[in-house]
């Protein structure tokens, strides 16, 4: 899945400049421009990426107050055209002095090609305090750092009626094979599907597949083999991919199982994926799994989210109890330009103070290590904080956003199309695995 919920759900703004912020009072504050940084700047810092309207305006209300105390003038300018477009204006020496990249492979390849700048020492700094290893390598490339994190998703949340649970006598399950356990006893006592999914989302349909895959792959074989698998150096081929795919299948390809209120296994397909809020909201869909931006939908069908409320989420289990390993999204911060302002910018970013402005605005969350969880807006906000910062996580980038787009905006989200309407799992990785460029 693209790692910004904006890119899934709301209608990106087209190619025009948000307003630059007002100017007022003296520097002061993290990445306040110093005499040690680049060339002299120049009072503006341009800012390109896909954050798009409501998002939009809580992003530049989050840096506000910072750039006036510093006398930078911040222009946001949002496109639904980035990933093509940044390409392009770098090529055509018209790059903004920052860009927010929404895919850690898109940086990666601007980096290679000496686009982009690495990153200031005190950037890095602020990364090497802030942020996990894991984090930081995906804005590192050929050792050199040139991109810090921003925003953070968690997905593979399972979301339920802790009330309906307690009526069913169950428990939420710490392993995969709890996890199966639970949903049998939930079909033999209410003798309807226990499970409600959607795979429908216009021309990027089947990507929600895309997430249930990779948190099988991740949770099965592991770390090393996911890192692997998405760099191809594992095809999607390998017996530890079909075995992710075989124990999906357990669950999405069981008619028992699936698809409480819309109909056999080929509805999830034509099911949109927010549609599925309605039913577990109100208690005739059992459980659902998608990621921590759900909440937003649950509330939106009528539903209130917290532990004792009428809906609360786990995380998909591992294969044995007390693993925890998630994957998630977000995006990665790099520049195009070394001055002085925009390596204020770019300190200011990458720190604490930055994180705890954006994330008590609303709707968003951060893996940094420096953001006090209880600035969140929800619950499971705050919940899926504690599991970013919490150092026994394991956390890996969303797969199909570090794949090349012919692959992972490709033939892995119509690969899951054509798995759940009935296609062979052999024939379905084969068609996946022939997306992949040759070079």
Not at 209 to 217: A, R, S, Y
Not at 248 to 273: K, M, Q, R
Not at 299 to 325: L, R, Y
């Amino acid at each position: 899945m693209r790692s910004s919920l904006h890119r899934r759900i709301t209608a990106p703004l087209a190619l025009a400049a948000i307003a630059g912020l007002a100017l007022t009072a003296c520097s002061g504050g993290p990445g306040a421009t110093t005499n040690e940084a680049g060339a002299e700047g120049d009072g503006v810092v341009t800012i390109y990426g896909t954050i798009a309207d409501t998002e939009a305006k809580l992003l530049e209300e989050s840096w506000a107050g910072w750039a006036a105390d510093n006398n930078i003038d911040i222009q946001y300018e949002s496109s639904k055209e980035f990933e093509s477009q940044i390409s392009i204006r770098a090529q055509g020496g018209n790059a903004p002095d920052i860009a927010i990249f929404p895919q850690p492979g898109l940086m990666k390849d601007l980096a290679s090609r000496d686009f982009l700048k690495p990153a200031p020492a005190a950037v890095e700094a602020n990364a090497d305090e802030n942020w996990s290893a894991d984090w930081k390598a995906y804005g590192t490339v050929d050792d050199v750092f040139y991109g810090a994190p921003l925003m953070a998703s968690v997905k593979g949340f399972v979301w339920y009626s802790p009330a309906k649970f307690a009526e069913w006598g169950v428990e939420v399950p710490t392993t995969w094979d709890e996890l199966l356990a639970v949903t049998q006893t939930i079909q033999e006592k209410t003798g309807a599907a226990p499970w409600c999914a959607g795979f429908g989302s216009g021309d990027a349909t089947g990507w929600p597949g895309t997430d249930w895959v990779e948190d099988l792959v991740l949770r099965e074989a592991g770390a090393e083999t996911y890192d692997k698998w998405v760099a191809n150096e594992i095809p999607f081929t390998d017996p530890a991919i079909a075995s992710a795919f075989d124990s999906l299948g357990e669950i999405l390809l069981n008619p028992a199982f699936v698809n409480a209120t819309y109909g056999d296994v080929a509805s999830i397909n034509s099911t949109p994926f927010g549609d599925v809020a309605i039913p577990v909201s109100d208690g005739t869909c059992a459980m659902t799994h998608q990621a921590s931006f759900f909440d937003g939908f649950i509330t939106d069908a009528g539903g209130e989210v917290g532990p004792d409320a009428d809906v609360w989420a786990f995380i998909t289990p591992s294969v044995e109890a007390g693993g925890q390993a998630v994957t998630g999204g977000g995006e990665i911060v790099g520049a195009f330009s070394d001055d002085a302002d925009t390596q204020a910018v770019l300190e200011y970013l990458s720190s604490a103070d930055w994180a705890n402005s954006r994330v008590g605005l609303g709707g968003v969350i951060s893996a940094n290590k420096g953001l006090d969880a209880s600035k969140a807006t929800s619950p499971i906000l705050q919940e899926a904080i504690k599991i970013l910062q919490d150092p026994d996580t394991t956390f890996r980038f969303d797969g199909s956003d570090l794949m090349p787009g012919a692959v992972g905006a490709g033939t892995f989200w119509k690969g899951m199309v054509s798995w759940i309407n009935g296609t062979p799992t052999s024939e379905v990785l084969t068609s996946i695995e022939a997306g992949w460029p040759s070079s």
